[in-house]
């Protein structure tokens, strides 16, 4: 008998397509909706997880992003586990389950892989994301996706419009708040490649802002205090004043802005809801003259899914810059990038006014996604690594 591979979906992730992609190449895959947490890491979901995947005896258990409880269950049952990382950082691979002998942990950012090693991981590897052929080629666009969908610019993705930095410049001290404030203002709109959030907090600093905001997971996994607040604190405000500012500043364009979060309003700016990912969102990047890209700073290298779902149904792609896009595209003819704000709208306004070249982008990184990132070649690479 061959491998038996188990696609497991957890509470917050559902991606079908790994599933899609091995069926389409004759492989023997069965998914399993485990109803457990990624973050959950107690007993009873280990044995949850144990018993499902001995009841379809996987050989080689998959997720999208690491749980650490699907790892305890491997590891009992001496079975292989892939994760496929598109989160930075993604918290659970900073849990001492990473340390497992069956995990095979697959991420899209360089930097993630040496971080990752470095907190205990044994089979660590690159992995850029990928696009789905099969369902991108099946895309049929009609007069109402048309009348929904079309517009100049779209952005999709979270605003990060929480209350978290503000009750916490709230409580924080005169000294740590300038502290916060010289990496939020050093950051802010800035793509260049280079780290500006970690490692600049002073220890003092980091101490008062873990008590204020860390609550008590310091001596629950191996992530450093510093990096966590960076990335679950400053990051996702930088992001919250870089995306509404550019989405406010592009009004006078046809702007749309789907999102999960609650009670936005981005003036000049049309907001929608959640867009369903297999049906609605292939649609909304296909209509749209200009898809954005606006990573968030914890991402330090790495290319986001977003970019390769855009690109693999034919949406012209302008990304924020990230050093990885250079090695994955050409510039230019593939994908455009920004690194600045004043970068970005003048490459809206030029590719607005030059349609020709705009579509021209489009179909070279369709074409560029299609033949070097489609998911049956990332799934071949994966599985020849994991022997």
Not at 85 to 95: A, G, K, R, S, V
Not at 239 to 248: A, D, K
């Amino acid at each position: 008998m061959g491998t038996v591979y188990g696609l497991l979906y957890l509470n917050e992730i559902k991606y079908d397509d790994i599933a899609w992609t091995m069926l389409n190449s004759g492989r023997d895959i069965k998914v399993i909706d485990t109803k457990i947490s990624i973050h959950s890491k107690a007993h009873n979901d280990t044995c949850k997880v144990k018993e499902l995947l001995t009841k379809d005896k996987i050989d080689v258990a998959i997720t999208m992003d690491f749980s650490p409880a699907v790892s305890d269950a491997c590891e009992d049952l001496g079975i292989k586990y892939v994760s496929w990382i598109y989160d930075m950082p993604q918290q659970e691979l900073y849990e001492k389950q990473v340390g497992n002998g069956c995990n095979y942990i697959f991420s899209f950012d360089k930097i993630q892989v040496e971080q990752v090693k470095k907190a205990g991981g044994k089979h660590v590897f690159y992995q850029p994301l990928a696009t789905n052929v099969y369902r991108n080629t099946g895309l049929v666009i009609n007069s109402d996706d048309e009348a929904r969908f079309s517009c100049d610019v779209s952005f999709v993705g979270s605003l990060y419009s929480d209350n978290s930095y503000k009750d916490v410049m709230e409580k924080a001290s005169d000294s740590t708040r300038r502290e916060i404030e010289a990496i939020v203002n050093s950051s802010f709109g800035i793509w260049d490649g280079k780290n500006r959030i970690n490692g600049r907090l002073s220890a003092e600093a980091v101490s008062e802002l873990w008590k204020i905001y860390g609550g008590n997971e310091a001596d629950e996994f191996l992530m450093d205090k510093d990096e966590y607040l960076g990335a679950r604190l400053f990051a996702r405000y930088i992001s919250f004043l870089e995306r509404s500012c550019i989405l406010e500043s592009l009004s006078d364009y046809d702007v749309r802005l789907h999102t999960n979060d609650a009670s936005v309003d981005v003036s000049g700016v049309k907001v929608g809801g959640r867009l369903s990912y297999d049906e609605e969102l292939p649609r909304m990047y296909y209509l749209s003259k200009i898809n954005l890209n606006i990573s968030l700073h914890s991402i330090l290298s790495g290319v986001p899914l977003r970019v390769f779902d855009i690109m693999g149904v034919g949406g012209f792609m302008l990304s924020s810059y990230q050093p990885e896009i250079e090695e994955l595209f050409t510039i230019g003819r593939d994908i455009e990038v920004f690194h600045d704000i004043d970068e970005l709208h003048d490459k809206v306004s030029f590719y607005l006014s030059n349609e020709r070249a705009r579509l021209q982008i489009a179909l070279n990184g369709y074409k560029h996604v299609s033949e070097k990132y489609s998911y049956d070649k990332a799934l071949g690479s994966i599985l020849a690594k994991i022997g």
